[in-house]
């Protein structure tokens, strides 16, 4: 074994476990901290959704795997439930422009669904082009800055039956929808984000198998994860072959970047297996992404299993910032599973609902390790599934603090999303985590937005930033 796993194994452990590398993340600390005052001019504090999750009514590949179960005849959804009318954002968007509002951000990161867009190969739907228009117009009336992401998990029913991801055509069909989308909203969108967690994307559905397709083939996952990177590339130029400066009056050039998954994996020792394990799941899950972009060349590689290389014309500096979506941390020790890896939380950790570690000095880790990209930082995601929504006050707190301590050692950031503006479908859970900044209330027709403790800590946010929440 190459050295390097074992040396990434090593920094993580005293990364994470040497308190004087970082500051202080004691409570009292966090609390007593002003929120948002240390956070630099421009700013944009916002939430993030995506288009399967809320619009409701979307038929694509995610709508199809939801109505359908494993061989051993569990549901794909862990709740048996299906998207359905989501939180009917698409009938009730001037609804949740208000929220916003009310929550005093500036800015708000949303996707656009290729399903609607181009239903069948070539066609196009004028009517959804025309709402997400006046979506984009609507934020920018109000002050919001739109942040649009073009691949937010689903594909058109007729891109994942003719082999998805895995399939090179994909890209071909993808980049003419981005150059599409490009031309829609070109005048009205500044922020764009082409792939949102490709690595997720491409684990969970490829190897774990418990996302669309359902497959379980390592080296399926990593051609996906490596198409996805290429796709990016080539959204990238066609968002800027179509950039509109000026267009909207405000001199802003296109800013194109993407949203990568990051989670902290700590070895579950400081034994030698444990640490390599540790580091070469590092260095897949949240180093393959950067050190592409960074080089122009994906270089993927699974022990025993996959090793992948390729040269991507337009790859290296495709972006204009780096987008973070984090949410927690694991512990890692070796298995027999095709990652070599077994994740856990130890007992007694504090977790959210969903049994994820909550652990704020994560973020300021990765903000600091990412610094040295040279790029401008957007935290893309995060947020917690907290049934109650007592909790999350203090989570939002502890994850602003992280990322204002991040700008105070010197990483330039420049936007922070929490997810999610409002509970949603969340994915192969179903409805049952709770996620959102608003609580949508599924036993009535209407599903009722309801405002959680946290709306008052992020307003505290937004008023220091110089914000003005509406009442």
Request: aromatic share 10%; glycine share 10%.
């Amino acid at each position: 074994m190459s050295p390097r796993p074992l040396l990434l194994g090593l920094g993580l452990a005293l990364l994470a476990g040497c308190g004087e590398q970082r500051p202080s993340f004691e409570p009292e600390k966090v609390n007593a901290t002003p929120l948002g005052k240390a956070l630099p001019r421009g700013f944009l504090l916002g939430t993030s959704t995506a288009s399967h999750q809320i619009e409701g009514g979307n038929e694509n590949d995610w709508a199809s795997w939801e109505r359908a179960s494993f061989p051993d005849g569990t549901p794909h959804i862990h709740d048996r439930s299906v998207s359905g009318p989501a939180t009917d954002s698409w009938n009730r968007f001037d609804e949740d422009v208000t929220l916003m509002k009310r929550l005093g951000s500036n800015a708000y990161r949303f996707s656009v669904e290729w399903s609607r867009l181009e239903p069948v190969p070539g066609e196009w739907n004028a009517e959804a082009a025309a709402r997400y228009r006046q979506w984009a117009q609507a934020l920018r009336a109000q002050g919001i800055e739109p942040v649009v992401t073009l691949h937010h998990f689903t594909l058109p029913t007729w891109v994942a039956e003719s082999g998805g991801w895995e399939n090179p055509a994909t890209l071909d069909a993808f980049e003419r929808f981005a150059g599409h989308v490009a031309h829609l909203l070109g005048g009205e969108v500044d922020w764009w984000c082409t792939i949102n967690e490709p690595n997720v994307y491409a684990v969970f559905g490829y190897m774990d198998g418990v996302w669309p397709p359902g497959k379980k083939d390592t080296k399926a996952m990593a051609t996906v994860l490596a198409n996805l990177i290429e796709a990016h590339a080539r959204a990238a130029r066609q968002l800027r072959t179509h950039d509109q400066v000026d267009a909207d009056g405000d001199g802003k050039a296109t800013l194109v970047g993407l949203a990568h998954h990051v989670r902290v994996f700590q070895p579950a020792s400081g034994s030698t297996t444990d640490l390599a394990v540790a580091g070469l799941t590092d260095e897949f899950f949240n180093e393959s992404v950067p050190n592409a972009l960074r080089t122009g060349r994906i270089s993927l590689s699974v022990p025993g299993s996959v090793s992948l290389q390729r040269d991507v014309p337009g790859l290296q500096g495709s972006i204009d910032y780096f987008g973070i979506n984090y949410y927690s941390r694991d512990h890692v020790r070796q298995d027999a599973s095709p990652s070599f890896s077994h994740k856990y939380v130890p007992r007694g950790r504090d977790t959210n609902d969903l049994g994820w570690e909550l652990y704020p000095e994560g973020l300021y880790l990765f903000l600091k390790r990412y610094a040295a990209l040279g790029l401008p930082l957007v935290v893309t995601e995060n947020g917690m599934d907290d049934r109650t929504g007592e909790r999350r006050p203090y989570y939002l707190r502890s994850h602003l603090y992280a990322v204002e301590q991040a700008v105070a050692a010197g990483a330039d950031v420049r936007g922070y999303f929490h997810w999610s503006l409002l509970d949603n479908f969340e994915w192969a859970e179903g409805y049952e985590p709770r996620f959102g900044l608003f609580r949508v209330d599924r036993s009535i027709p209407e599903l009722g937005r309801q405002a959680t403790p946290a709306v008052e800590t992020f307003r505290e946010a937004a008023r220091n930033l110089g914000l003005t929440p509406t009442p």
